[in-house]
């Protein structure tokens, strides 16, 4: 295979498509964060707090209160961060750098000695004063995303009470960066050799991975297609082949695993080297976190390891001794999502998740039935039952705060079982 120095037009297919998906996987933030500045209402270092319930997004977190932000800060200054005192309920406020890596978690499972009060967000090596008492978080890049979440649990007007508690200011006077104004594109019609014209634009985000090959590789493809015959190459291979080779990842989240008929990621909010998972990751369920705080299993094949059908029926049971929640520090939830834009499903009811609110009922043995379909199961309980259809659809299963076999990857949940 060529390697990255030699003559641009040498580049393999595969070469290219590596390089695409690699960069796709920036695009897709640079894309959120221009939909946030420009539609979204956001504005540097500020707090966005979201409505318990909004759901116009892709996997919305509907089990958690949560605010939004875009921080920037520099050698001079720092992002002062307040956070009350939760007890008994989960919280996070977790900071993303522009390729999609959590670089940072303030809670009491990162900071039990400090779990609330003041927080000073730092550039690493910044000799920066920060006030006394504050606990000094460094964090290795000047732009971040930031994702504050409460649990909802049944008080939500506690939950809502304490996201508003929050509070964020900047010490110092950092200059507001500008918004990178990459390609924009529809989720459902990705870019073509066009996203190779945003490229230099989006490599200016240090990369924390050890990815240098791919971005020298980028880096040619910019170079090459400025020769018309090649631009169209091209573009003609990342149609016919970065694009199959993103959708053959995508069942398995990248390089997971697929058993019981759901996937389960390889690796989460830390990437390593693994471009093809974050990339897919910031693809179908943006600012993923850390697998300590928060894992998702993707089920979109039943027991057999057929596709969900549209408007089929499914059940899905939880054994006495091995109920979710076994897996589970903090809380469980499931919500179903359109195949195509991860959003929930329309239905009547107003009705998106299943948790332990829900008014779940177990089996006379301890057991747990959950219930996914157009119509409840005759004899069903109501809190068991999930509508879904009118477009295909996969299920969505949270864990917060993993552990046992979540935590260390031997556990999947039960497979889907056609009714």
């Known amino acids: 295979m ?3 120095t030699q003559t641009p037009g040498r580049l393999t297919d595969q070469d290219i498509s590596d390089a695409y998906i690699y960069l796709l996987g920036r695009l897709l933030i640079t894309r959120q964060q221009q939909v946030d500045f420009d539609d979204e209402g956001f504005s540097w270092n500020r707090l966005l707090h979201r409505k318990p319930g909004q759901v116009d997004w ?3 977190n509907l089990d958690v209160a949560y605010s939004e932000a875009w921080v920037a800060i520099d050698e001079a200054s720092c992002l002062l961060v307040t956070v009350p005192e ?3 309920r989960y919280y996070t406020v977790e900071f993303i750098n522009g390729w999609g890596e959590t670089v940072a978690n303030l809670n009491e499972r990162v900071y039990p000695d400090h779990p ?3 927080f ?3 550039l690493k090596d910044a000799a920066v004063a920060i006030p006394p008492g504050a606990q000094r978080v460094d964090v290795p890049g000047k732009v971040m995303r930031v994702l504050l979440r409460v649990e909802l649990g049944e008080q939500w007007d506690e939950a809502i009470a304490l996201q508003h508690a929050f509070q964020m200011e900047i010490k110092g006077d950092p ?3 500008e918004v990178p104004r990459t390609v924009m594109f529809d989720m459902a019609q990705l870019p073509g050799v066009e996203a190779f014209d945003s490229a230099v634009l989006a490599l200016e985000e240090p ?10 590789k980028v880096r040619a493809i910019v170079a090459t297609i400025e020769e018309p015959s090649e631009r169209d190459r091209v573009d003609k291979v990342i149609r016919n082949k970065a694009f199959a080779d993103f ?3 995508t069942p398995y989240i990248g390089r997971g695993t697929i058993r019981n008929g759901w996937a389960r990621p390889a690796c989460c909010g830390h990437w390593g080297t693994d471009w093809m998972t974050r990339t897919t990751v910031n693809y179908g369920g943006i600012w993923a976190n850390v697998l300590e705080e928060a894992f998702y299993f993707r089920g979109a094949l039943d027991h057999n390891l057929v596709p969900l059908e549209v408007e089929a029926s499914y059940t899905l049971t939880f054994p006495s001794g091995d109920l979710p929640e076994k897996y589970a520090a903090a809380f469980w939830s499931v919500i179903a999502v359109d195949r195509l834009h991860r959003r929930v499903l329309p239905n009547p009811l107003d009705k998106y998740l299943l948790n332990k609110e829900a008014g779940l009922v177990h089996g006379d043995d301890g057991s747990l039935t959950l219930y996914f379909g157009p119509e409840k199961p005759a004899g069903a309980p109501e809190g068991n039952w999930l509508p879904t259809g009118g477009k295909p659809w996969s299920l969505t299963f949270r864990f917060y705060r993993p552990r046992g076999g979540v935590a260390d990857g031997s556990y999947y949940p039960p497979p889907l079982v056609r009714s």
Do not use: F, H, T, W
């Open 86 to 88: 939760i007890k008994g």
């Open 2 to 4: 060529p390697s990255a």
């Open 116 to 118: 609330n009060g003041l």
């Open 207 to 216: 990369d924390l991975s050890p990815l240098e090959d791919l971005q020298a």
């Open 175 to 177: 200059k507001p960066p």
């Open 247 to 249: 959708a053959a990842g």
């Open 58 to 60: 892709p996997n919305p």
């Open 120 to 122: 000073a967000v730092c």
